[in-house]
DNA sequence: TCTGGGGTCCTAGGACCC
DNA sequence: TCTGGGGTCCTAGGACCC
């Protein structure tokens, strides 16, 4: 058991892309209507329904039109990510008032260790105090998430919306854990939860009973139902680490096309494009990259991946570009597509390329030196007395 | 109903080396 | 002579999340 209990707040910007709408255009407040799409292409998805819009089925992930079809009136607001960025930022920063160990979880959630804040002030005033300043400040509505683990919390967080605050402990978890449906558990999606379902398993609660183990092990690796079982059961990580996620270990771009395109060199014109803004942030974010890959969808939806790993980390447009042509060339045979996409993977930081360097050296090294270590050591296991004659002579 | 775009993490197999 | 096991890197794909 563990001696000190911390207190994690996992919080959560409510319909945090319809609240952002909602400061900028006032108007839009206690109306129905959806943040994303293409309008223009009539093609896209919800990214986020108002709560207006919730109340009459529209939810994130429906097709613009199906949501159209419920409600004809319905306010469609494209997508703004610049204005996304701005008020993360401030949802951030206001956070830090209150403690400096955070990890950005998203760009609309934040895991914070309240415990040290906490020793003079109760939890719960403290989530109240961050809710109402939220709002008061930047009207951003949160529910906040109260437990002794990231991943209690991040549940906690989610049982009361919007503008909820939740308490979870560890003796909660069989009252308020256990009786949700076992899709709603975070990490299970929605191609695990049907094959849960399948055999039973209706609840969180259900999936931590012993006499069911076999049976989840036919759907799932024993790893990872010991990984589930450890969250449940609010054994797994308490430590947040604020330096996760500052550096991506990838970045891509693509893009939808509006139809099934088979002209190779139009394709490519768009694999060009792509690279371009995927290497441009890369500089501007000052990293470098080993990998680099396309993507293609075929008019199926069959998705298709190939990469290359260079030789070293560069930014050097045209060993990207050399390795895209030569990738394309190889894989890319007159197929209709449907999207397309380039991505970086391996990705550093720039400074680090140095170290990195520096360290391979050194246990490149080490390696040989071990290596040269070892074959004097046969040799003295052969002959010792020659060799420790020949040591002798020399010192 | 024809289906976004940006990520993280995990797994598994093959190649290669020791 | 045959066989083996472990470690690391690369590639591809899958599941999941916001």
């Known amino acids: 058991m563990k001696n000190n209990i911390k207190i994690i707040f996992h919080i959560d910007l409510n319909a945090f892309f319809a609240s952002c709408a909602v400061i900028k255009e006032p108007y839009l407040k ?39 079809r419920i409600f004809p009136k319905l306010i469609i607001v494209p997508l703004q990510f610049g204005l996304y960025q701005k008020y993360s930022k401030l949802f951030f920063a206001f956070l830090k008032q209150y403690s400096p160990i955070i990890l950005e979880g998203s760009i609309d959630e934040a895991y ?9 002030k109760h939890p719960l005033e ?9 709002m008061r400040e930047h009207q951003l509505p949160c529910s906040i998430g109260i437990a002794p683990t990231l991943f209690l919390a991040k549940m906690a967080s989610d049982m009361q919306k919007p503008l909820g605050i939740t308490v979870l402990r560890r003796k909660d978890i069989v ?6 449906p076992i899709r709603e558990m975070y990490g299970i999606g929605k191609k695990t939860y049907p094959k849960l379902e399948a055999i039973g398993i209706q609840t969180i609660g259900a999936f931590t009973k012993p006499e069911h183990k076999d049976q989840i092990l036919s759907v799932m690796s024993e790893s990872s139902y010991h990984s589930y079982l450890d969250h449940i059961m609010g054994r797994s990580s308490d430590f947040i680490d604020p330096k996760r996620y500052a550096i991506p270990k ?32 890369l500089v501007k974010e000052e ?14 939806f069959i998705t298709t991946n190939r990469s290359q790993t260079l030789t070293d980390y560069t930014d050097d ?39 990195d360097f520096n360290l391979f050296t050194y246990q490149e090294l080490t390696r040989r030196e071990e290596q040269i270590y070892k074959t004097i050591r046969k040799i003295n ?15």
Do not use: C
Not at 112 to 119: A, C, G, I, R
Not at 175 to 180: D, E, G, M, V
Not at 261 to 272: G, R
Not at 326 to 340: A, D, K
């Open 126 to 134: 403290l989530a109240k105090e961050i809710q109402e300043g939220l």
């Open 175 to 180: 009252s308020k854990l256990f009786p949700l």
């Open 317 to 355: 447009y045209q060993s990207f570009f050399d390795a895209m042509e030569s990738l394309f060339e190889e894989n890319y045979h007159g197929e209709p597509m449907r999207l397309v996409g380039v991505f970086f993977n391996s990705v550093i930081l720039k400074k680090d390329l140095k170290k």
């Open 381 to 395: 296991d052969k002959y010792p007395k020659s060799i420790s004659q020949g040591i002798k002579k020399t010192s």
């Open 250 to 281: 990838s970045i891509s771009n693509e893009t939808t096309l509006n139809y099934a395109m088979d002209e190779s060199d139009a394709i490519f014109s768009i694999l060009v494009d792509m690279l371009q803004t995927t290497h441009e942030r």
């Open 30 to 68: 206690d109306k129905a209507f959806v943040v994303g799409g293409s309008s223009t292409f009539r093609r896209g998805v919800v990214s986020t329904a108002s709560y207006e819009a919730r109340k009459l089925g529209i939810h994130s992930a429906m097709n613009i039109n199906d949501a159209m």
């Open 112 to 120: 914070v260790d309240m415990t040290e804040p906490s020793l003079t």
């Open 287 to 300: 990293l470098v990259a080993k990998t680099i890959g396309i993507k293609l969808k075929d008019s199926e």
